[in-house]
């Protein structure tokens, strides 16, 4: 809440709390992986325990869930996370979409269906892969609930707006969403890009904050590596960063002094309010 004085009066004005949560930002084995005894599998840091990479975007009463990876279940419970809205899809490889069984318990504590915000083929895959979830006439006692939302251009949740943001990732219909509330700092979220296409960077161009896939130090065929990442930062000119989807081959402590101001590695259960100023110097 914020008061206002206006006029002589004294209100009291709500302001909607907005926000965006990592509930993972490791990439598509985690870190640590199994069976590496790399310096970073092998740490004691909380920075290198990575699940794979999801983010609860929250504005008001509306918790929007994106993409629902093999880590949900532990996710959700380090989170205490009861509600969600709706799930949006960036694209379907696994580690994006395989707890899609985990949405069962969301399922049990609403009424309506669950909306489920995916591209045309993205939803294609998730029908192919739980097709017992979405036949009506089947439905399934206590199974997910799905009401399939073709993404076909911005949609609103209570003010919320979420533009999705096509990019280019391995041969698999991609895109990042672009999320934008009156009065608080404009994010986009694209954990899984290798290329951007210009449509999508005039979307981006001085996007308050941007979390952005850095996978790696070095040069891969589907993902940002580092330096990419930073290159796309500065091309749309954001005023904050935050770097996700990392696997193992980046270590966050020896590195994380070399990154420019502004542009920071992520963490598992860090909690960004877009309320506020940029805190990032
Ligand atoms: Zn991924
Ligand atoms: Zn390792
Ligand atoms: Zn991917």
Same mark, same amino acid.
């Given at each position: 809440?914020?008061?206002?004085?206006?006029?002589?009066?004294?209100?009291?004005?709500?302001?909607?709390?907005?926000?965006?949560?990592?509930?993972?930002?490791?990439?598509?084995?985690?870190?640590? *992986?199994? #069976?590496? !005894?790399?310096?970073?599998?092998?740490?004691? +840091?909380? %920075? &290198?325990?990575?699940?794979?990479?999801?983010?609860?975007?929250?504005?008001?009463?509306?918790?929007?869930?994106?993409?629902?990876?093999?880590?949900?279940?532990?996710?959700?419970?380090?989170?205490?996370?009861?509600?969600?809205?709706?799930?949006?899809?960036?694209?379907?490889?696994?580690?994006? *979409?395989? #707890?899609? !069984?985990?949405?069962?318990?969301?399922?049990? +504590?609403? %009424? &309506?269906?669950?909306?489920?915000?995916?591209?045309?083929?993205?939803?294609?895959?998730?029908?192919?892969?739980?097709?017992?979830?979405?036949?009506?006439?089947?439905?399934?006692?206590?199974?997910?609930?799905?009401?399939?939302?073709?993404?076909?251009?911005?949609?609103?949740?209570?003010?919320?707006?979420?533009?999705?943001?096509?990019?280019?990732?391995?041969?698999?219909?991609?895109?990042?969403?672009?999320?934008?509330?009156?009065?608080?700092?404009?994010?986009?979220?694209?954990?899984?890009?290798?290329?951007?296409?210009?449509?999508?960077?005039?979307?981006?161009?001085?996007?308050?904050?941007?979390?952005?896939?850095?996978?790696?130090?070095?040069?891969?065929?589907?993902?940002?590596?580092?330096?990419?990442?930073?290159?796309?930062?500065?091309?749309?000119?954001?005023?904050?960063?935050?770097?996700?989807?990392?696997?193992?081959?980046?270590?966050?402590?020896?590195?994380?002094?070399?990154?420019?101001?502004?542009?920071?590695?992520?963490?598992?259960?860090?909690?960004?309010?877009?309320?506020?100023?940029?805190?990032?110097?």
């Amino acid at each position: 809440m914020s008061c206002i004085v206006d006029a002589g009066v004294f209100m009291v004005a709500h302001v909607t709390d907005v926000s965006l949560t990592f509930l993972g930002t490791g990439t598509s084995v985690g870190v640590p *992986v199994i #069976g590496c !005894d790399c310096v970073v599998c092998t740490s004691d +840091r909380p %920075q &290198d325990k990575r699940f794979r990479s999801s983010v609860l975007f929250r504005a008001g009463d509306q918790t929007l869930l994106v993409d629902s990876g093999p880590d949900l279940r532990m996710q959700a419970l380090r989170e205490g996370l009861r509600k969600i809205d709706a799930v949006l899809y960036t694209h379907a490889h696994l580690d994006h *979409v395989v #707890g899609f !069984d985990e949405l069962r318990a969301f399922c049990w +504590r609403r %009424q &309506d269906p669950l909306p489920l915000h995916a591209t045309p083929s993205c939803l294609q895959t998730l029908q192919k892969m739980f097709g017992w979830a979405f036949f009506p006439k089947q439905e399934i006692a206590g199974y997910v609930r799905p009401d399939p939302k073709v993404i076909a251009g911005p949609f609103f949740y209570a003010g919320l707006k979420v533009t999705p943001v096509p990019v280019e990732h391995a041969t698999v219909e991609t895109i990042g969403y672009l999320f934008e509330y009156p009065g608080a700092r404009s994010l986009a979220y694209l954990p899984d890009v290798k290329r951007i296409p210009p449509a999508s960077v005039e979307l981006l161009m001085d996007v308050d904050v941007l979390v952005v896939d850095a996978l790696r130090v070095a040069d891969h065929p589907t993902h940002f590596s580092l330096s990419e990442a930073l290159a796309t930062a500065a091309g749309v000119r954001a005023k904050e960063t935050w770097l996700t989807h990392l696997s193992h081959e980046n270590n966050e402590e020896s590195l994380a002094n070399s990154l420019p101001d502004g542009v920071r590695f992520a963490w598992d259960g860090l909690r960004i309010s877009l309320n506020h100023a940029p805190s990032l110097a």
